[in-house]
């Protein structure tokens, strides 16, 4: 019998069977079409030759030891919904999906982190909160329940305890990593110790991970701060326009570790015309202006506050103070929990029950009645204060060029020491037009964001922006971050495409 | 304020599926039901692959709840990547292959990812197009997969999918017993292939329940107007011609014994009757239907319910009782009617309840997915402490009793109607 020599593709195959077993291996057009785009952004879709699914670091390890030997791309992969396609595989190569990896290892309820494997979405997370530490939270940011922890970690995504815990990234207590040469690495504490405390007291090597788009190497395992559950009450604040609404809402920031303020975040009009008597008005009626939206008696901002104390004594104290604050600066303070059964059953849900949970309500926000159809994305920055009420007039005038509704979202965290804000338009997957309309119309902003607003610095993961905003690094910065990339990653393989690859 | 009192929990009339708090009812335009897959090509993409399909998300604990994305893995294999998967089909960037057909095939059609889906249209409708998807498959000739083929061949020919010659469906009851049934009655036992030729003592009880509270009914034994399998393991697979024809000829069997009611054992066959006869097909029949539980939960009274079961039971939704029609309290209402019975429900039950494994007609062509499905209910059940598992349909009670036997532990399987009989007998 004659043996026919495998081709390249073929002997990847077999050697990734081997690595993860047969059936977490996949070629299969059909299989590889959910994982050659994100189908939440307007990015261009890419492709991949397989699709495999590690459940052990040393899986994972085998795989990118191939991956070099073979030269071939490797793409980390949780949920694939990033709303700027970081997870698109551009130059083609494995898909490393890390579902299976999908364990929470450990509760430390006295040192409060709870260690994760790299596949953890936030419905495993939760839900094992839920079940086996019902008094302990997580900062979960409004994101579906099925999309991953570490990737929020690592691209420093936003939580609902903001105030206190800061970005994704500011949450990490430590990682495990494989980097893209096969080697596993640990960062903080757990360099020395069985605890993942913290990420001090020798060099903090996490920022080798944070912030690279995933380009220099695959997170196994991770640790995230936990919290002990409190009293809690929320509420929505409401103001005319952003310009009074916004300076009320950075005094509370800077209040808020007396105030027992958790996240506060903000919003231009979509709650506001919840709660008002336009809660019935379609998306396509109300103004695309602000001042428009003011005449027609919508309130065009709103914050979400939420207050954590021991005692409702406490509560009622804090409770006081803040309505105090949002009189006297002519704004309205209203219970969550008012807006939410004033409003008719049907249309509940469509605000999120703002209480550490996964967004189960996102792909209602998206489907087309809402002017959507399954993509979501926005142009953002992290900024100065001062600037936050120009930016926003600036992505709603670019937005308004377009025919297109900008929703406003943005969070403050750290007791005021960040603001990040973004402009989110929704559109059609199945109309070229419009999601060619959504990238013009990103750019145009884009570019605006750059010239006009001093303080920005840029956060948006597609290519096209990491380009913009490389040009902007400080140069010898710029040199050494490709020298730290170049040790990590010789062969260049780790998500191609992305940041660095961009240049 | 509570979630349960901000969000209310409502069943959509005549289905399972909770009717959401993000129903948007003023806005969005209703779909036609039980449409072909050109019909629903406008809100596939509405699906943006989030994996809310996978989990619960109003219940503590965040329960898994596809059986066969939780086997498999890959995205296909949920309800997202199928969605996407078939958007990929309208717009051409995926072609009609053997490999679709398994992934649109692996799946029991349990209807607890559109349960948990808050886009309304997906919500409301995905099972239809999922169940559109293999009717087209059929078309093209690319489905059913190859044993449901060889199956659906002959049940046109013998009328049922067990390979069984249709001279042995009344096996379970003495010929002198069926006789004594009178040839028209108001109520039509229907009583379905899995009880007629696999899980008989189901048929059994059910007969002697009946028998014993002095209903009005008779089965359809007698030639030329005999039972035929309702046509549920065809029109599951795509195969709706050959569904058709069963549907009708079961329409004129009913007609002719005059009756005003059918009940079935099972579920699969209560929703064929009950909706897919007449608004998938649209055909005009002048009875009800009813599944047996409901039947019997408006009849049987306390006091003839005189024998204790002391047993600690849980009560497993069929999909098809349950998500598809909209049926749970009814059987455990006889449950708890019955004298020292202890009811203790699982984790995931109702709207969430994990499917048996049964459902999309996947045993044969998918036995490693029924099994995987069964076995995850039955450690489930055994994780409350049950001592027995219920259920409300043959089909059902197959694939649970044969997981539990691979459980080597001492739960048992018994149909509601079984429990029902021992307490009254
Ligand atoms: S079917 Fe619904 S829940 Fe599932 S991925 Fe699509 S939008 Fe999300
Ligand atoms: S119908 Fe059931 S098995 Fe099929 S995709 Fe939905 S949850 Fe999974």
Redesign the interface.
């Known amino acids: 019998m004659v043996v026919k020599p495998l081709n390249r593709h073929e002997r990847i195959l077999r050697e990734l069977q081997a690595i993860v077993g047969v ?2 291996v ?1 070629d ?4 590889l ?3 050659s785009w ?3 952004s307007a990015e261009k879709p890419g492709t991949c030759e397989f ?1 495999v ?1 590690p459940s052990s670091v040393e899986e994972v390890q085998g795989i990118v030891r191939l991956a070099n030997r073979e030269r071939i791309p490797v793409i980390p992969w949780v ?3 990033c709303t700027a396609g970081l997870c698109i595989p551009r130059e083609g190569g494995i898909v490393v ?1 890390l ?2 990896m999908n364990r929470v290892l450990e509760v430390n309820e006295d040192d409060l982190y709870a260690l994760v494997e790299g596949g953890v ?1 936030w ?2 997370l ?2 094992y909160l ?2 086996h530490h ?1 008094d302990l939270m997580v900062g979960v940011p409004w994101a ?4 991953g922890v570490v990737p929020y970690l690592i691209t420093t995504g936003f939580g609902d305890l903001g105030m206190i815990s800061g970005t994704g990234g500011d949450s990490i207590n430590g990682l495990e990593v494989v980097l893209p040469t096969g080697e596993i690495v640990k960062c903080g504490s757990c360099m020395t110790s069985q605890y993942w405390i913290g990420r001090w007291p020798l060099p903090d090597i996490s920022g080798l991970f944070v912030g690279w788009q995933g380009t220099t190497g695959i997170v196994t395992k991770a640790a995230i701060k936990l919290y002990p559950k409190m009293p809690v009450r929320y509420y929505l604040l409401m103001a005319e326009t952003v310009e009074k609404g916004y300076p009320i809402i950075q005094r509370l920031a800077e209040r808020s570790w007396t105030l027992g303020i958790a996240d506060i975040w903000f919003n231009n009009y979509p709650f506001t015309k919840a709660h008002t008597g336009s809660r ?1 008005l ?1 998306l396509d009626e109300v103004p695309l202006d602000p001042d428009e939206r003011v005449k027609s008696g919508i309130p065009d901002f709103s914050a979400g506050i939420v207050v954590f104390a021991p005692s409702d004594e406490l509560l009622n104290v804090h409770e006081k103070a803040i309505s105090r604050a949002a009189i006297d600066a002519g704004a309205q303070l209203v219970p969550y ?1 008012e807006v ?2 004033s409003m008719p ?6 605000l999120p ?1 703002a209480s550490n ?2 967004i ?5 926000w ?4 809402r002017g ?3 993509i ?1 994305s926005w142009v953002g920055t992290f900024l100065s204060h001062r600037e936050v009420p120009k930016f926003y007039r600036m992505g709603v005038g670019v937005f308004k060029k377009y025919d297109k509704h900008d929703l406003f979202y943005g969070r403050i965290m750290m007791h005021g020491h960040h603001v990040y804000a973004r402009h989110i338009m929704v559109c ?3 109309d070229p037009q419009d999601l060619e309309t959504m990238r013009k119309a990103f750019f145009e902003l884009d570019d605006e964001i750059r010239k006009n607003i001093k303080s920005a610095a840029r956060y948006h993961l597609s290519p096209w922006a990491s380009r913009a905003n490389l040009s902007y690094v400080h140069g010898p910065t710029l040199v050494l971050l490709k020298k730290i990339k170049n040790l990590l990653d010789p062969n260049g393989l780790m998500n191609p495409g992305h940041l660095l690859d961009t240049l | ?1 509570k ?1 349960a ?4 929990k409502e069943y959509l009339a005549g289905r399972g599926v909770t ?10 335009e209703p779909l036609k039901r039980f449409g072909g897959l050109k019909d629903y090509v ?2 596939l ?8 399909c ?2 619960t ?1 109003q219940e ?4 898994r709840v596809c059986p066969s994305g939780e086997l ?5 294999y949920y309800l997202g ?1 199928k969605n ?2 078939l ?2 089909l309208a ?1 051409g ?3 009609w ?1 053997d ?2 057909t398994h ?1 649109l095939y692996h799946c029991t059609l349990c209807g607890n990812c559109a349960q ?7 919500h409301y409708y995905a099972l239809d197009w999922l169940e559109a998807a293999r009717e087209e498959a059929v078309k093209r000739g690319v489905g059913p997969m190859p044993q449901q083929e060889r199956y659906g061949k002959h049940t046109l020919e013998e009328y049922d999918p067990y390979m069984e010659p249709h001279r042995d469906r009344w096996s379970w009851l003495r010929k002198e017993a069926r006789e004594e049934l009178p040839e028209k009655a108001d109520v039509v036992y229907f009583v379905g292939c899995t009880a007629s030729y696999r899980q008989k003592s189901i048929a059994a009880a059910t007969f002697s329940v009946l028998k014993k509270l002095e209903v009005d009914f008779t089965v359809l034994w007698r030639n030329g107007f005999d039972e035929w399998c309702c046509g549920s393991p065809l029109q599951r697979t795509g195969q709706v011609d050959r569904a058709f024809k069963l549907a009708q000829h079961n329409v004129e069997a009913i007609k002719k014994a005059g009756a005003s009611l059918v009940v079935t054992s099972c579920a699969g066959c209560y929703r064929m009757i009950k909706e897919d006869y007449k608004e998938r097909y649209g055909l005009d029949y002048g009875f009800e239907a009813l599944h047996i539980t409901s039947f019997l939960a408006a009849r049987v009274k306390k006091e003839e319910l005189k024998n204790e079961v002391r047993k600690r039971v849980t009560y497993h939704d069929p999909c098809h009782l349950g998500r598809h029609m909209g049926v749970y309290e009814e059987p455990r209402k006889l449950l708890r009617a019955i004298p020292g019975l202890e009811l203790v429900e699982m984790r995931r039950i109702k709207e969430n309840a994990w499917c048996c494994g049964a459902g999309g007609v996947v045993m044969s062509a998918f036995p490693d997915l029924a099994r995987y499905a069964s076995d995850k209910r039955i450690e489930e059940a055994i994780s409350v402490g049950a001592e027995l598992i219920s259920s409300a349909c043959p089909f059902c009670w197959r694939n649970l009793q044969e997981a539990t036997e691979r459980s080597w532990s001492s739960l048992k399987t018994l149909d509601v109607i079984e429990l029902l009989w021992e307490a009254m007998k």
């Open positions: 059936q977490h996949s299969w057009p059909e299989v079409f959910l994982y994100d189908f939440i699709v699914m949920s694939g919904i999906d579902r299976r979405t419905a495993g939760v839900g839920e079940e019902p579906p329940s099925g999309t019935r379609k929990d939410m059964s059953v049907d249309e509940r849900a469509e029950l949970k996964p189960h309500v996102a792909p209602a998206l489907s087309t009645p959507g159809g399954g979501i059609n997957k199945d | 304020m979630s009192e901000l969000y209310p009717k959401k708090s993000t129903h948007r009812g003023d806005r969005m406008d809100v993409y509405y699906c943006i692959k989030c994996g809310q996978r989990s998300y503590k604990g965040r329960m498999r893995a890959f995205e296909a990547g996407l998967l958007w990929g717009r960037e995926v072609q292959s490999r679709l992934l948990q889906c808050q886009v309304p249209e997906i």
